[in-house]
């Protein structure tokens, strides 16, 4: 099937097959130039119940529900290697779909291939416990897959989030389907694609496109889907966590966050101006672990300020296919529209903008949704723009007196995803680290992440923990196995 046109709907993929409605479609926007890049098919309620029954079917055929785990091991890293040759292609597609400059989108494709290498490397290396006896019998936990599980995902970083669930969720025997944003839909439907080339058996691995309202509902609330997998909004993020509630099925939520960044009077203010400014405004600060309330000691807070608006200056606006761009847009308009909302309000509450609060003058910016990079003071714990996830790039900086005063506004938030410390005093880092309430710390560094450790939040940031080994424990249900050694009856 042609895929790549603007006028042919792209399709999407179901057991193998893909599908595509001349009539129902949507249209993905490149947010730099507000141009139409192509249409896509949108997948409906027929479209959903046939990728529920097919993909159960596949997951229940012995040719992948007993495939040995070095197999499985040997297709993951099969797609790896795809992912890698077509890496271009996928930061292409991303750029054009989210405006993410190009550095950026080249590093998420090569971290998906990498992530797909890991879960393969867990797959061969995985192991279940003989668990200690307390009697004549043999005790034992095996791990079993759902069967299906629905794999939801945002648009700020489609491919990195959908190769986190995929590459696990294969890992640990399920048939999948993945539901990408409506904003950035096509790094999944080449993932499918690829996910075939690699030699998983039709069905494992469907991709729907579509508005999360009605496929990513009509999924999730399909009585075929066994386990949800979601990344995105706090808002959607509860309304699937009811309907799993509903239907008692597990559901790991990663959400959104409003990440507390501390710097004490003894940092290095060079250093943590680096990771302060990488901590929010890379991405255009759409990133869910983004450091956007800024707490500074208040013997410092004068001079790392200047030294931040001199830093933040120095960002460059502009295309994200220009090589020396630092920030693209936002990854829609309507997103810019919010942000502008929200920059408003702070103004309304007595806030200060230091800088930014608007859109770039150059020209050639003018038809995208561009926003620069924003600083406001003078707001308190208490204001709209230090309570509420911005998502974009407004980074509002505070004043703290000590570490009580500290702990106390910064874990007065809903959320509870990520914090930075920086200070040179080791046993006040482990202190503060201790004392956050957030499912990640980084101290001296900002938004490092690996495959290999845990991610998850605290709070409103979520429910579960992906990457990791662990991280396909949450793709599988444990059995209890006891086996008698006994040649007696029971007493
Ligand atoms: P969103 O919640 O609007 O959408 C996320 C996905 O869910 C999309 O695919 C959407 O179509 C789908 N969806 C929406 N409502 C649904 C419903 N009722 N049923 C089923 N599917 C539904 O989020 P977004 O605007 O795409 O992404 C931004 C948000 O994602 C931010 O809040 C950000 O913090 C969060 N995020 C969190 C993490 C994390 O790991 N914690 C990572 C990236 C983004």
Redesign the pocket.
Known sequence: MEQQTNLTPKAFLINGEWVSHEQDYFESINPASGQVNYRLSTANHEDVNLAVRTATNAARQSSWRDMLPHARAQILNRMAALITERAEDFARLQMMENGKVWAECKNQAASAAATFRYYAGVCETLGAEVTPSRGNYLSMVAYEPYGVVAA??????PLT?EAQKVAPALAAGNAVIL?????TPSAAVLLGELGLAAGLPPGILNVLT????T???A??EHPGVRMIS????????R??GM?AADRIIPVAL????KSPHIVFDDANLAAAVEGIVGGIFEGSG????AGSRLFVQRSVYEKLLTLLIERTERIKVGLPEDANVEMGPLATFA?RERIEQLVDSARDEGGKIRLGGKRPEQPELQQGAFYLPTIITELNNQNTCVRE?I?GPVLCVLAFEDEEDLIKQANDSVYG?ASGIWTSNYQRAWRIACALETGLVWINTYKQLSISTP???FKN??IGR?KGINGVRIYQQSKGIYWSMDPRSLP
């Open positions: 939801i995902t945002p648009w700020n970083s989030m539901k990408p944003s409506e904003v579509g508005h999360g309202a496929t990513g509902k999924l999730v979601f990344t995105g909004g706090t808002a959607s993020g309304a699937i309907v990663e959400l959104g966050g759409q990133s869910c672990v997103h996830e998502f995803l991610f998850g939040g940031s979520g992906e």
